[in-house]
């Protein structure tokens, strides 16, 4: 499965901000989609998922504040991102579980200015 994620990438804090995963399959085949983030010097985190029944998950920190959801017919999962944070600049991550393999995208940045 390949993943792409796309979104403008800087955006003031308090702002908003909307990042796409496009997949190259069908996303209703995956076990579960999700988004992560690396900020500097800090490790990779779980942001929130969205499982194969539409249930979602989120980090304690985001939750209130960002929206994760799928469109099936276009294979694209997203993040609304809403009152975004400085210390929330980070690369953010989409990745996918196939019941048998996980997959990455390859990371856009997000720049969150104060």
């Known amino acids: 499965v390949r993943l792409v994620e796309s979104g403008v990438g800087l955006v003031q804090a308090g702002g908003s901000l909307r990042l796409s995963c496009a997949a190259s399959?069908?996303?209703?085949?995956?076990?579960?989609m999700g988004w992560y983030r690396r900020a500097p010097g800090k490790q990779r985190e779980l942001v929130a998922t969205?499982?194969?029944?539409?249930?979602?998950n989120y980090a304690d920190s985001v939750k209130g504040r960002f929206t994760v959801s799928r469109d099936i017919a276009e294979n694209t999962m997203y993040l609304q991102m809403n009152s975004l944070k400085a210390e929330e600049t980070a690369v953010y991550y989409c990745?996918?579980?196939?019941?048998?393999?996980?997959?990455w995208g390859q990371g856009t940045q997000v720049t969150v200015s104060s």
């Open positions: 969205i499982s194969s029944g539409g249930s979602t």
């Open positions: 399959e069908n996303i209703f085949r995956l076990n579960v």
């Open positions: 990745y996918a579980n196939d019941y048998v393999l996980g997959y």
